[in-house]
Structures are given as structure tokens and as C-alpha cells.
């Protein structure tokens, strides 16, 4: 006989139990030895997801649709496969930037945005409230039903039982009380609960054990097995329709629509980002949860369709499915395992209230309520010193009035709904997330308007379509809502919106939340590019780099003792100045106050607030003491895009190699330029020698001859002493011209071209060089214009062009039949000077060689001319001399057997302007 | 607790690749056309046929997923 008081003393010491174990947790953590890190440990925390809904709710859904119970286990199945990247990544983010809880992870996201923080939390716990009634329902049904011992009573109407009187504001009571004490002992900088995983853990295991108990007493106990009982369902023809599931499409199509749920659902939640994410305390524990969470869930879905279908054999009618896990021992009179299974569904509730209202609270607290109050001057919260116990204050509200929420729902809504139909309305509340969390988590273009557009789009459509009809199915809200749709405009029937119908309710919110919410959330996004700090963010969340992301892109100033207030006031004394005394000596400061105040300091700092206020909220209080310089957009996508910096950096690289090597190729050239003038100049001054030395040696040897012989006779004497004379002349003419041909080269011939008469320096040349013609007997002709010529030059370097050309010409003709022709012609804009003879001409290669300095020409013939009647020097000085005026001189060989036959030596000079005019 | 000194900063790729797969593979073993397959009024060793499907492909996919995270990885 089961008495109340025994009952509410067993519920008493198990939660004796829960303390015992969360207090010894936090001490072991206190003392280093940490429980919960421990892969197993977070698997099983995880489980957490199992909440009433499992532990009684299966049952009935089995027992009204057979199979589909299991989507809701098979999609965190294949969402945890992916675990080991998408959970992965998001502890990862969450551990680099403090989160604290799923509003803070999309606030964060989008640039620290506290409106969004505000969104998230009010639909989180708008969306999450059903699902706390139901643990109230389930509990208060329980103990309900476990009262009434042995007879099996069904609860009776809730409109009828009176507020005081009715167990389930008992239960929502007590569990606020209990979880306050539980859950709000002290602030935690990290917002990290040691001990509450460590009691959550447990609770896993004593739900799958009471779970299990019933499962083996029905299949192995009150039946042969599995086999048994399947094939005494098979007689009955209502059960033998559980074993398949409907073969339609639109089953089909809702079958996937729960797994797809469930698979967002398993990370979205409230608890479940808590458990998974908050309180996790190494990313690579996310490596056994990955197969030993799902098998979890294995186990604890084996026995339900047995149960399912034992309770229906049992109970044809008159038991309310979701209550066969307790009737079933009840009708059996398995007293203690009844008070087991009590205990068990406790366990799954106490955890699941637990964990979501602690995870709400923070989220109240955080993104709520405290930046309205850091805002409102008047009270001037501000300037307050020790904030840390308003803080915890705030939250113990916040899961008083969280529980109440959910004890208002299950007196408006609870009955008409099933344990899973009213979870369900959670899971699509908090499928709205998962647009702007997955996005935000693997594309960087999200803005905080898309971020607002899209959860706001998709929470109006969820409450449309599914909150507000289950208003409506309890007669809250009048039936017509639901069949007429609202004023009477069918199109707008809450569950057929826009005329879509054969859907179930789920599938159908499913389908129109997501895709309002979607749409806007991409609409907005990409109207215009991120700012700065959105783009800052998305990088550290996209690209969820290892160690907390850059600080470089922080700059501003603040003082030490600034930022250890501010903390101090959040945190408490004591504990502040634990924190930054641990940080100061991993910065290799003894003291605090020897702190640089960094951006790694007020990086940590934010951090560390942003554990107990939430990160949008530590921003600005951090802000309000440092003066931060805004980044600007330019400075953040430079910092951001490194790769494009260091493609920058390579194409920079890249240019000043290819100069390097552009510029070592020219002094590559300019060394050999300077090579070659080396070599000239010394070929120049061997040369120089060679010529000076033939006079010399010959006027030595004939000075010797008189000196060594005295009795030479006259005659021979004076032929000698002639060679000498006009050796020691040609010595005297080497010279000059090779002064002359310095001068030249330097450019430091000091000349000044004037107006003079070519003819007149032809005719003064021809006539000083007459006396040589007539001497070897060689015509000279000469065709002259009447007109005289003027060019600009100086008359008497152009006369010794004329004159080395005109003794060159005799040199090499004929002696008796020489001929040398003189011609001037005018042209347009110059004069034209030619000189030609009949000589042996000038071999072609040759043309160039000749104005080379001591080169000489060969004959047509190809033989050398004979012995060097000339210095060498005449033709180059006399191209020097012609090209300063601006003129030309070259030479051509006429063809062979025409009248003059030789070599024909030409030039130019440019007419002056007024010469031109006049012609 | 050998495999949680591994603690590193990057995925074994291999390993992430075989999870994708393990994952895109209960896609499709979880879903229609497959589940129809299996969803009919038949017994294989007295339990019903949908039944034995879905909870047998479950464990197996199960037992891939810790080998293919638990085992060496390369």
C-alpha cells in the first residue's frame, strides 16, 4: 500500500540523492579532480534529451501509431554522426568566445547584437513553456495515478479540479524551489555547473534502469518475450495495424519531418546547447558521445513497443497510454516497482526542468533583463559596486516565473494534447534557430537584420500555426479559429495556411516557419554586406580559429584598476581577484596591479563578464570603461583577409625580383659596355705607340747612322737628314691629330660654327693641294654651283675634311692617269660634297673599317694598300668633324668599269633655315 | 582513455569523411523508398518485419559510428 506521504518521501530522498551528488561533484571540481571530464559522463548528460516524453510519452504514441515514436530517436542519431563537425565546431566557438547560453551564441554571432540576444531568449522560452508543462502533466499524472494504489484511476479533468488542489501547481512549485536551490547556489564566471552535470548524469542512468525494469518485467515477465508478445498482438487485429506504419505518402513525408526535427532539436534546445555545448568540458568528449549517446537512445526505445502493446492487451480501454509504463506494474501488483518507475519518470523530469530553466534563467537574466537595467540610468545600476547578487536574484525569478509559464500552459492547453504532441510544439519553436545558428556558423554573409528578419518570420508563423491552435483545440480560444481561420478567411485557416492541406500539424508549421523564416533571413542578409564587427565575428564562428581568434583587430586604451572593478562588481571581490590573480600569473605578473592593460587583458575581462552577463552585455560594459577606437570597415577586411594580404605581400615580391633582375641584366650590359671601351682604349694606346714608334725608330736610325759615321758624304747626308725632317713632320702631324682627336672625343673641341661659302673653301682647298696634283700628274676637276653655298661650320675644320679627303684621293690614284672629280650639289635642305676617284677602290666590307681610328684600307683587289701613307687618323676625325655640324660622310664604290671606278667619298651638311628660304 | 590524449586541434580526415558517409548512409536506410521496402505485415524470427529493420539498421549504424571514431583513424 502505497501511501502519499511514503511517495512524496521518496521523491524527497531522491533529490537528497541529486544534491549529495552535485555537491560532492563540486568539490571534487574545487579540488581539481573533476568528475564530469569524462567522455562517458558527457554522453551521458546528454541524455538529458530524454525527458517525460520518453519515459512515458513513447508508450502512448507507440500505442497510437506504432512505429512512429522513433524518428524523434533516429534524428539526433544522424545528427551526432555529424556531431564530430557540427557539434564539434560549435564548443569550440562556444569555448573561444565564453558563451553562455544559445541566445548568447546568436547574439554573439551577429556582431554581439542584444536585440537578437532579446529575440532569442523570448522565443526560447515562449517556445520551450509547452514543453515544461508537459513535465509538470506527466509528474502530477503520475503521482496522481500512483495515489490512487491499486485501483487504476485516470486523472480527471483538470478544468475541474481547483488551482489548490490540483497536484501540478504542487509539483511546478516544488521544482522551482528545488531548482533555485539546485541551480543558483553561487554565479559561476563561466557559467559552468559541475555539479548539476554530474547529478544529470545520474539521473540517465536511474530513468534507462526504471525504464528498463519495466521493459523486462512486461516482455519477460507478464509474457513469453518478444516473440510472445508480438504474436499475441498479431491476434488482435486493432494491434496487428501498429506493426506497419501508414503507406502514404504523406507518412512518409512526416516521418521525415520528425527525424529532420529532431536531428535540430538535439542541439537546439535550451539543455541540450547547455549540456552539449555550455558545460562541456573538452571538445573531444565529443568523440564518445557520438556513438554512446545514440546508443542510449537505443536502449531506451527497445522495450516501447513491447510496453506499448502489453498495456493495450492489458487495457483495452479506460488507461490513457501515456500512463502503461506506471499501470502496467500498478495492475500487476508490483508495488516497488511502481515507485521505481515514479522515481524514474521524476528523474527524467527533475532533469529536463533542471537544466532548460537554468539554461532559460541565464538567458532571461543575460540577454534580457540585465540590458534594460544596465540601461536605465535612473536606476542607477551603473554606478553600482557589487552586482553579483542581483544577478543571481534576477535569475531565481527568472525560473519561478518560468515554471509558472509552464504550469499557466498546462492548465490552458495540457489536455488536449498527448505528452508528444505538446513536445512537439517545443521542437518547432526551437527549429527556428537553426537558420541563423547553422548559418551563422558556416556562412559568413549573415547580417543582424537577416539574423532578426528570419527567427522573428519564423516564430510569428510558428506561433500562428501551432501555438495559438492549441489555444484554440483546449477552447480557449473559440473553435472557429481552426476551421474558418480567423475573422472567417479560410485562406488563413491556422493548420491549411494558404489552402495547404494534408499535412500533418507538425509538417505543416515545419514547412511555413522555416520558410518564412529562411527567406527572410536570407532577404535581409543580403541587402547589404556585413559591417566591421559582424564581419569580425562571422570570421571567428566561420573559421572558428584555434585559440580565441585575433586580438590584433582590438585597439583602444583603459586603466587596470578600471577593469578590475567593473569585474569586481559582476563577480564579487573575491572571485574577481582569483580570476585576473591566475590570469596575472600566466601573464608572468606577480600582482594584478603589474598588469598591462592589453587587449588580451580586456579580452579576458569581457570574457570573464561575459560569464555572468552574456557576451552582448559584457561588450558594453567593457566598452564603457575602455575607450575603444571603432575599427573601421576597411581595417577589419584587411585584418580579416589575410590571404589576400599575404597575395598582396607575393605580388609586391614578385615585381621588385622581377626589378632586381631587370636592373642586373642593365648593370650586366653597362659592365660590358665598359669592358669593350676598356679593351679599345688599350688597343687605342697600343696602337698610339705602335704609329709613334715607326718615325721614331726610323729618325733614330738615321741620326745614329750620321752620328756613328762622320765621313758620310754630303750628298748622303743631306738625303738622310731629309728623312729625318719629314719623319720628325709626320711625328709632329701624329700628334695633333691624335690631340686633335681627343679634343674631339671629350667634346672639348672649343669651335664656333658661322655662316661660310662652301665653293669658296672648296676652291682655297683645290688650290692648296694643286702643287701635289700637278707633282704625280693628277687631273683635278671640280663642278661647283654659281650660286654660292652657306652652311653653318667652322671654316677651318671644314677645310681639313676637304683637304684629307682630296689627299687621300691622290694618294691612291695613278700617277700620269689619275683623275679626281669634285661635285657639289644643293638639295632641298642640304648641301652634297662628293669626291671620287679612279683609284683601286675600296673593298665593300671595308666602307666602315676605313673611319675606324689606324685602320687603313684594302684594295678592291683585296691586298693591302701599300705601306701607310697616312696616319690612320684622317678619315674618323674627319667624320667626328662633319658629324658635329650635323652632317654625314660615308663612302660608296661606283660599279666596277664605269668612268670612275675608285671610291667615292660623300658628305653632307644641313642647309641653315634661311638658306632654304632663299632657294 | 588512450584515444582522449589525441586531443588535438584537426579532424582525422579520413575519419570525418567516413562519418558523412555513415550519416548521408541512415539517411537513406531511415527514409522512404527504402523504409517502404520493409514496411508490410510480415514476421522474420516472430518480430515484426518493420521493426527488426529499423532497430537492427540502427544498431548497426551505431556500431559503425564508435568504430569508425574510436578505432586508429589515419
Known sequence: ?919 | MSQEKQSGTGFRRLTAQRLVAIFLLGGVVFNWPLLSLFNRQAELFGIPLLYLYLFGSWLVLIVLMAVVIEGKGD
Request: charged residues 20%; negative net charge; glycine residues 8%.
Open chain 1, 1 to 919: 500500500m502505497l501511501q502519499g506521504w511514503s511517495i512524496v518521501l521518496a521523491s524527497l530522498a531522491y533529490l537528497g540523492v541529486l544534491f549529495a551528488i552535485a555537491w560532492w561533484a563540486d568539490r571534487r571540481a574545487d579540488s581539481g579532480r573533476s568528475v564530469i571530464a569524462n567522455p562517458t559522463v558527457y554522453a551521458l548528460s546528454l541524455a538529458v534529451y530524454c525527458t517525460t516524453w520518453t519515459f512515458y510519452g513513447s508508450v502512448g504514441r507507440a500505442a497510437a501509431t506504432g512505429i512512429g515514436f522513433l524518428p524523434i530517436y533516429l534524428g539526433p542519431t544522424l545528427m551526432l554522426s555529424l556531431g564530430w563537425f557540427v557539434l564539434h565546431k560549435m564548443v569550440r566557438v562556444a569555448k573561444a568566445n565564453r558563451i553562455t547560453s544559445i541566445a548568447d551564441f546568436v547574439a554573439s554571432r551577429y556582431g554581439k547584437s542584444p536585440l537578437l540576444g532579446g529575440l532569442v531568449t523570448i522565443i526560447a522560452v515562449v517556445g520551450v513553456v509547452p514543453y515544461i508543462a508537459l513535465q509538470l502533466k506527466a509528474v502530477s499524472n503520475s503521482f496522481t495515478i500512483l495515489l490512487h494504489h491499486p485501483d487504476i484511476v485516470m486523472p480527471t479533468g483538470l478544468g475541474a479540479v481547483p488551482l489548490l488542489q490540483d497536484s501540478a501547481l504542487y509539483v511546478a512549485v516544488g521544482m522551482a524551489a528545488f531548482t533555485i536551490l539546485f541551480g543558483t547556489r553561487h554565479l559561476d564566471a563561466t557559467e559552468r555547473h559541475e555539479g548539476m552535470v554530474a547529478a544529470i548524469a545520474f539521473e540517465s542512468v536511474v530513468k534507462l534502469a526504471a525504464f528498463f525494469a519495466v521493459g523486462l518485467f512486461v516482455t519477460y515477465g507478464l509474457h513469453g518475450g518478444f516473440q510472445h508478445i508480438f504474436d499475441q498482438a498479431e491476434l488482435v487485429p486493432r494491434l496487428a495495424k501498429l506493426m506497419v506504419a501508414g503507406d502514404s505518402a504523406a507518412n512518409y513525408g512526416s516521418w521525415a519531418a520528425l527525424t529532420f526535427l529532431s536531428m535540430l532539436s538535439v542541439l537546439l534546445l535550451p539543455r541540450q546547447f547547455q549540456i552539449a555545448v555550455v558545460e562541456n568540458v573538452n571538445p573531444d568528449h565529443v568523440r564518445r558521445a557520438v556513438w554512446l549517446f545514440p546508443l542510449y537512445l537505443f536502449l531506451i526505445n527497445i522495450f516501447v513497443l513491447p510496453i506499448a502493446l502489453g498495456g493495450l492487451l492489458r487495457f483495452p480501454t479506460g488507461v490513457d497510454a501515456d500512463t502503461f509504463v506506471l499501470t502496467l506494474p500498478m495492475a500487476e501488483q508490483g508495488e516497488a516497482l511502481a515507485l521505481f518507475v515514479f522515481i524514474g519518470g521524476l528523474s527524467a523530469a527533475t532533469g529536463m526542468v533542471i537544466v532548460e530553466t537554468i539554461a532559460l534563467s541565464t538567458m532571461v537574466c543575460n540577454d534580457l533583463v540585465m540590458p534594460v537595467l544596465l540601461r536605465w540610468k535612473s536606476l542607477g545600476l551603473a554606478e553600482r559596486r557589487d552586482l553579483s547578487g542581483l544577478l543571481l536574484e534576477i535569475r531565481r525569478w527568472a525560473i519561478a516565473a518560468i515554471l509558472m509559464l509552464g504550469y499557466g500552459y498546462f492548465r490552458l492547453a495540457g489536455e488536449a494534447y498527448a505528452l508528444v504532441g505538446i513536445g512537439l510544439i517545443s521542437f518547432a519553436a526551437v527549429a527556428q534557430f537553426a537558420p541563423v545558428l547553422f548559418g551563422g556558423l558556416y556562412w559568413k554573409g549573415g547580417t543582424r537584420e537577416g539574423a532578426l528578419a528570419g527567427l522573428l518570420a519564423g516564430f510569428v508563423v510558428w506561433a500562428y500555426t501551432l501555438l495559438l491552435p492549441s489555444f484554440s483545440k483546449s477552447g480557449w480560444l473559440p473553435a472557429e479559429f481552426l476551421s474558418h481561420g480567423p475573422f472567417g478567411i479560410e485562406l488563413l485557416r491556422p493548420q491549411q495556411l494558404f489552402g495547404l492541406a494534408g499535412l500533418d500539424e507538425i509538417s505543416h508549421c515545419l514547412l511555413w516557419s522555416l520558410l518564412a523564416n529562411v527567406g527572410a533571413y536570407l532577404a535581409l542578409s543580403l541587402r547589404r554586406a556585413p559591417d566591421a564587427m559582424e564581419a569580425r565575428q562571422a570570421n571567428l564562428f566561420v573559421d572558428a580559429p584555434v585559440g580565441g581568434g585575433s586580438l590584433s583587430s582590438w585597439r583602444g586604451s583603459a586603466r587596470v584598476a578600471d577593469l578590475l572593478a567593473l569585474v569586481e562588481r559582476f563577480l564579487g571581490v573575491e572571485r574577481a581577484r582569483t580570476a585576473l590573480g591566475r590570469y596575472a600569473r600566466s601573464r608572468g605578473a606577480s600582482r594584478i596591479e603589474e598588469l598591462q592593460a592589453d587587449a588580451h587583458l580586456i579580452h579576458f575581462a569581457e570574457s570573464l563578464l561575459a560569464g555572468a552577463i552574456g557576451s552582448a552585455s559584457a561588450h558594453v560594459m567593457v566598452a564603457s570603461v575602455v575607450e575603444e577606437e571603432p575599427l573601421g570597415l576597411d581595417e577589419v577586411m584587411n585584418i580579416l583577409d589575410e590571404a589576400s594580404q599575404v597575395r598582396a605581400y607575393s605580388r609586391e615580391l614578385e615585381t621588385k625580383s622581377r626589378e632586381l633582375e631587370q636592373a642586373t641584366q642593365e648593370l650586366r650590359e653597362a659592365n660590358e659596355r665598359l669592358r669593350e671601351v676598356d679593351r679599345m682604349k688599350d688597343d687605342f694606346i697600343s696602337t698610339v705607340t705602335h704609329e709613334l714608334r715607326t718615325p721614331l725608330t726610323s729618325i733614330r736610325a738615321f741620326s745614329e747612322m750620321l752620328f756613328e759615321d762622320p765621313k758620310i758624304d754630303l750628298a748622303e747626308r743631306s738625303r738622310f737628314l731629309g728623312i729625318i725632317v719629314s719623319e720628325t713632320e709626320r711625328l709632329t702631324r701624329l700628334i695633333n691629330q691624335i690631340l686633335d682627336l681627343a679634343k674631339l672625343e671629350s667634346g672639348r673641341a672649343d669651335w664656333t660654327p658661322v655662316a661660310v661659302d662652301l665653293s669658296e673653301i672648296v676652291r682655297e682647298s683645290m688650290e692648296s693641294v694643286s702643287q701635289l696634283y700637278r707633282d704625280k700628274g693628277v687631273t683635278l676637276e671640280c663642278s661647283l654651283p654659281a650660286s654660292g653655298l652657306e652652311v653653318m661650320a667652322d671654316r677651318d675644320r671644314l677645310m681639313q675634311v676637304f683637304l684629307n679627303l682630296l689627299s687621300n684621293a691622290v694618294k691612291f690614284v695613278a700617277p700620269g692617269t689619275g683623275r679626281v672629280e669634285v661635285d657639289v650639289a644643293a638639295t632641298d635642305d642640304a648641301v652634297q660634297v662628293s669626291v671620287t676617284d679612279n683609284g683601286p677602290g675600296i673593298a665593300h666590307e671595308d666602307h666602315e673599317v676605313i673611319f675606324e681610328k689606324f685602320r687603313q684600307g684594302t684594295g678592291n683587289n683585296g691586298t693591302l694598300t701599300d705601306k701607310p701613307q697616312g696616319t690612320g687618323l684622317g678619315l674618323p676625325i674627319s667624320r667626328q668633324i662633319i658629324e658635329y655640324f650635323g652632317g654625314r660622310l660615308w663612302v660608296e664604290s661606283p660599279p666596277p668599269g664605269s668612268a670612275m671606278a675608285g671610291a667615292r667619298f660623300i658628305f653632307t651638311l644641313p642647309l641653315p633655315t634661311t638658306q632654304k628660304e632663299q632657294t
